[in-house]
Each structure stands twice: as structure tokens, then as C-alpha cells.
């Protein structure tokens, strides 16, 4: 009894410094799922939240976008799952604290997040940075995760200077890819595209986004000094094998870890053509992670949630429910 009291009173203490708390609001007009907010390292993360008594669902955006992305995808999971979409910090509705917005930043705030949610057995849905920040998550808490469902990943782009080259450079031309992050890691250059002319959004978002749709990702990013987030993203990719060190490290650590971890169930999205979920990544998968359950969900280049948001969710959904979880 004195044991259960003292858990309780730990409980009550943590929860005094950890409240969620959730809005009378939507988070948009056309995302209906109630705004929820939890303070992290002094900040709000922004997060929608299904509830329901499934096992929990968390997904993970990257850049330039926010929980939004995942709006026509969660309607097919939360009948039978808890579904969470949460903006990493500086992103969509959460705060823009005075950060560096290192990749180890976001590292830090997502297991903040996970802890004040205390969320356990969970199955995380990740795409572009979000991926390398779920498998990085999931290799430093590896029983707090049970599977991962990935399309558009960093993974494994431990080098894009080394990603295979095609003959003649296309839009979707991974050397194309090469060349923006090399002049996005140029100082002065890259705060001209990013911050100033806010190339991500203007420039590589799907053209069939209605204006209103488009709206949705420019809002959180309306003013320039809002747009770092956006510059640091790119400039953290490791072309070098060394630095940022975090990323390199990291890459180090989960990717064994993938490897090695065979009960971890695992599921790739692929589209045509897809930007770098190509298929030299594909076939990368094949060889490193066979255990990986690869779906093709149809057509898209990178922000395929935009293309195909249907077929992914009921290719998580499926996949879920064969796993039994």
C-alpha cells in the first residue's frame, strides 16, 4: 500500500509539470481532429490526438511540413488504433523557441514529447526526417516501440553524395538533390533560398495542392525568422561521413540496429517514382532489413501523402492488422 501511495504521488507530481491540454478548436478547417498541446523543455509541441483504446499510432512529419501532411491517412487507422500526429518543435503549431533546431534538438524534444504522453508499444508512422528521427528514437528506446511503417526515408542515405547517379539528371534526379543540399550547406546561399525566398514550400511542395492546401504549410512559416527550422533540416545531412556528428553517429547506431533487431516488424511505401525512395533504396532494403514487408501505394514523388493518401492508409491498416497489433 505505502509503495502504491508513493507511485501515486510520483504520478500527480510528474503530471504537474507535464499537462496536456486540448483545444475547443480543430486543428484546421480541413484537418477536424482538436488541437492538443503538451509543454516540453518549456515549449508547447503542437499535437492531434484520436484517443480510443487501440494501441497507439504515432506519426512523424518531416520537412517542410507538420501534422497536417498525415490528415487523409488517419481517418483509416483510428477506428481500431489511438492515432497521435505531433509537429516536431518549430514546426506547424508548435512553439519557435530560440533554437539552434539541431537534428539532436528534435531528438530531444521528440522523447520529451514521448515521456510527457508516456506513450508505450507504439507503432510509429514516419516519413523523409521524421524517419531518421523515429529510427533513431526507436534504436535508444527499443522497448517502447514495436514496429515502424516508412516511405520516403533517410534511410539509407547515410551519404547523398554517394547515392547512385542516373544518366541524364531529371527533377526527381537524386544529383539534383545533391546539388540543393550543397548550395543549401553554403553559408549565405543557403539563408537566401530558405529563409528569404523559402524555396521548399514555393518550389518543391505537389503541384496539385489546391491554394488553399498550399496555405496549410505556408502559415506556419508566414514569417522569414520562422523559416530556420527549414535551413537546418538540409544542412544536417551528412555529406562529409563525420559531421553533423549526431547525424553521423546516429546513422551508425540505428542502422545496425535495424539489422539486427528481427522482431521488429517493418513496412516500406513506395511510389513512382519517388524522390528517394527509389528503387536502389528499395533494393538496399531487400538486401540489409529482408524481413520488410515493401508496398507499392501507387504514384508520387515525395510528399506522397499528398498523392496517394488512401492506399497508404489502408496499407498501414492491413499491415497493422496482419501483424496483430
Request: charged content about 20%; proline content about 7%; glycine content about 6%.
Amino acid at each position: 500500500m505505502r509503495a502504491l501511495i508513493k507511485n501515486l504521488c510520483i504520478a500527480l507530481i510528474l503530471s504537474c509539470f507535464m499537462t496536456a491540454t486540448v483545444t475547443a478548436e480543430n486543428a484546421r478547417h480541413d484537418f477536424p481532429y482538436k488541437s492538443h498541446y503538451v509543454e516540453v523543455n518549456g515549449s508547447k509541441m503542437h499535437y492531434v490526438d484520436t484517443g480510443g483504446k487501440g494501441t497507439p499510432i504515432v506519426m512523424l512529419h518531416g520537412q517542410p511540413t507538420w501534422s497536417y501532411l498525415w490528415r487523409n491517412v488517419i481517418p483509416y487507422l483510428e477506428d481500431n488504433h489511438r492515432v497521435i500526429a505531433l509537429d516536431l518543435i518549430g514546426f506547424g503549431k508548435s512553439d519557435k523557441p530560440n533554437l539552434a533546431y539541431t537534428v539532436k534538438n528534435h531528438a530531444t524534444y521528440l522523447a520529451g514529447f514521448m515521456d510527457a504522453l508516456a506513450l508505450d508499444d507504439v507503432t510509429l508512422v514516419v516519413h523523409d526526417w521524421g524517419s531518421f528521427l523515429g529510427f533513431d528514437y526507436t534504436a535508444r528506446n527499443p522497448n517502447r516501440v514495436k514496429a515502424i511503417a516508412f516511405m520516403e526515408a533517410l534511410l539509407p542515405f547515410e551519404n547523398i553524395m554517394e547515392y547512385p547517379l542516373k544518366p541524364a539528371p531529371e527533377p526527381t534526379d537524386p544529383r539534383s538533390y545533391a546539388t540543393f543540399v550543397k548550395q543549401v550547406k553554403t553559408q549565405g546561399l543557403g539563408e537566401k533560398m530558405i529563409i528569404e525566398d523559402n524555396v521548399f514550400l514555393t518550389q518543391m511542395l505537389p503541384r496539385t495542392l489546391s491554394a488553399d492546401e498550399l496555405d496549410a504549410y505556408l502559415e506556419p512559416f508566414a514569417q522569414g525568422k520562422n523559416r530556420l527550422p527549414m535551413l537546418q533540416l538540409p544542412r544536417s545531412l551528412v555529406t562529409d561521413g563525420q559531421s553533423p556528428v549526431y547525424v553521423a553517429s546516429s546513422f551508425t547506431n540505428f542502422i545496425p540496429f535495424l539489422k539486427q533487431k528481427i522482431d521488429l516488424p517493418l513496412l516500406m511505401l513506395t511510389v513512382t517514382p519517388g524522390a528517394i525512395g527509389t528503387e536502389w533504396q528499395v533494393n538496399w532494403v531487400k538486401e540489409h532489413l529482408p524481413r520488410t514487408e515493401i508496398v507499392a501505394v501507387g504514384k508520387g514523388i515525395h510528399f506522397i501523402q499528398e498523392n496517394e493518401p488512401d492506399n497508404i492508409g489502408k496499407a498501414v491498416a492491413s499491415w497493422m492488422k496482419r501483424n496483430h497489433f
